[in-house]
């Protein structure tokens, strides 16, 4: 795509208005005009009561023009108020080419709710709040009122004494067979599986330089998420020895949740479900994504609808706390009708938690390497699927608790959690809401150090990487490699908290 700029707008903002109507689409430099390559222009002006903007959009040789102005007042600083102009000049110029209305408007931001939150700080009310998203942003009424709730869920559950606490994520990428849709970093070969073993011992060693750093600051562990990949592809023994080492450093029984992402139905055992009682897990996920049984073959998930209600049974009857259940609307070649009766069976099982995420088409997935044509179809069924999962998940009683959305997703859409009122999954909004420090161990896995909040609610955050693959991770934790790395991440710690607490 081309895209030519007159005025103060930033590249990437100006990309990413265009990503709302081509997904993925990409803006390499010295693009020549020509048959299906789309060019946008944007000419914006400034003075000191807000932003004039236009914006074309050509395409195979039609085009539109539309203007728009934004003031600036509450909520809308100089730099907002030229986002929105160029960004409503765009959407109405786009729409009318194109002849869809993407429903999220020109909200563009990875967390929609934070707009809502601002507003609330503003003194708006959540209907308030929701009217001056959809005015300004041009976003579907029910959008933004699901920002809203989401907001106001925000609200409720993050107390001013968590930015005091911190959670511990801990990583397992493997995975029993590669999703085609999955660009995480997750091995799934025979050969890549059997470094589990020396995997775990690194990862113990990882979780105790994570403990005692958190031992060391003072700080008090509110939430421990085991993910991945599939925790659960470990052996029955595995897991054992995991969940005996993450014992061994807290008190499990004073955490306010400790989850196990179980994902896959498949590597799901009874046995392992009494051992993740047993040593204090309070969640977990069954993740069936569709109940229908030819999109699950399709996409590499080699389970079934019966295997998934199977695990989700056995969880049930060794009585862990709460059930998280996740869902994707938009999984290619999947209609509405399919996916309307996986949610009315789903929502019929009462879970405590349903996540229903859309479909990302991911840079490094088969998927898409296949089928560069999948946004042609799946905007429509999956915005149908979304608007269905979110009028039937709340009219069953569940509240929107979490949200976000991602790059690449069909129909521009979004990912929401949902959850009965005192179910919600603490550690997602912690996490997502940057509420305080994630401190992180295994392959791929980033600590984040998370400040109080400035007087402006923006905070401090710095990150710790860990190797990206097994392989190398298993390297940093090789000898005295391990030591050193442990030195470093107390020294780190250290000093972010005295600069900051
Ligand atoms: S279960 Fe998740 S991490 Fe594993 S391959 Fe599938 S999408 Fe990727």
């Known amino acids: 795509m081309i895209l030519k700029i007159d005025g103060n707008l930033k590249p990437y903002y100006a990309q990413t208005l265009c990503m709302i109507f081509f997904p993925g689409v990409k803006f390499p430099e010295g693009e020549m005009p ?24 050509i395409l195979d040789e039609k085009n539109e023009t539309r203007a728009s102005r934004c003031d600036i007042g509450d909520g809308i600083d100089a730099v907002r108020a030229r986002q929105i102009a160029a960004g409503c000049a765009f959407y109405e110029a786009a729409s009318a080419l194109i002849g869809i209305r993407p429903p999220w408007g020109v909200l563009t931001g990875v967390r929609p709710a934070k707009i809502a939150s601002e507003m609330f700080r503003c003194g708006y009310s959540s209907d308030a709040a929701a009217a001056w998203i959809s005015e300004h942003y041009l976003t579907d009424p029910v959008k933004a009122h699901l920002a809203a709730s989401v907001a106001e869920a925000e609200h409720r559950l993050i107390t001013p004494d968590l930015v005091r606490k911190c959670s511990v994520y801990i990583a397992i990428p493997f995975c029993p067979t590669r999703c085609a849709y999955c660009s995480f970093v997750s091995y799934t070969s025979k050969k890549l599986l059997s470094l589990i073993p020396d995997y775990l011992i690194a990862l113990r060693e990882n979780i105790r330089t994570v403990f005692n750093t958190v031992r060391r600051r003072g700080l008090t562990v509110s939430t421990v998420y085991i993910g991945g990949g599939t925790p659960t592809v470990l052996t029955e023994d595995q897991l054992r020895f995991l969940l005996e080492t993450v014992a061994g450093e807290t008190d499990v029984s004073a955490l306010s949740e400790f989850t196990l992402e179980a994902g896959r139905p498949d590597t799901i055992t009874e046995e392992k479900l009494r051992i993740a009682k047993e040593f204090g897990v309070t969640r977990i996920s069954v993740n069936p994504q569709t109940l229908n049984d030819a999109i ?14 199977a695990a989700y049974d056995a969880a049930r009857a060794v009585g862990i706390r709460h059930i998280n259940v996740d869902l994707i609307a938009g999984l290619p070649g999947e209609s509405t009708e399919s996916f309307v009766s996986t949610v009315d069976r789903i929502t019929a099982l009462r879970p405590d938690n349903i996540t229903v995420h859309t479909f990302t088409v991911k840079k490094s997935a088969e998927i898409r390497q296949e089928n560069e044509s999948v946004y042609d179809r799946e905007g429509l069924t999956a915005g149908a699927s979304v608007a269905y999962s979110q009028k039937a998940v709340t009219e069953a009683g569940y509240l929107p608790y979490y949200m976000y959305r991602q790059k690449n997703t069909v129909g521009n859409l979004e ?49 710790i990487f860990e190797s990206k693959y097994p392989y190398e991770y298993l390297k940093d934790y090789e000898g005295e490699a391990g030591a050193t790395r442990a030195a470093r991440f107390d020294a780190a710690a250290e000093s972010f908290y005295k600069t900051y607490f």
């Open 296 to 309: 699950l073959a399709s996409v590499g998930r080699q389970h079934t609808a019966a295997q998934f209600f």
């Open 415 to 463: 990912n929401v959690g949902y959850a009965l009122p005192g179910a919600e999954g603490l550690y997602n909004i912690y996490m997502m809401e940057e509420v305080h420090s994630i401190f992180a161990a295994g392959a791929s896995a980033v600590t984040k150090f998370v400040s109080p909040p400035f007087e402006d609610g923006s905070c401090r955050i710095d990150r």
């Open 34 to 57: 020509g048959a299906g390559v789309p060019e946008a222009r944007f000419t914006v002006r400034e003075d000191e009561t807000g932003a004039d903007a236009s914006a074309t959009l």
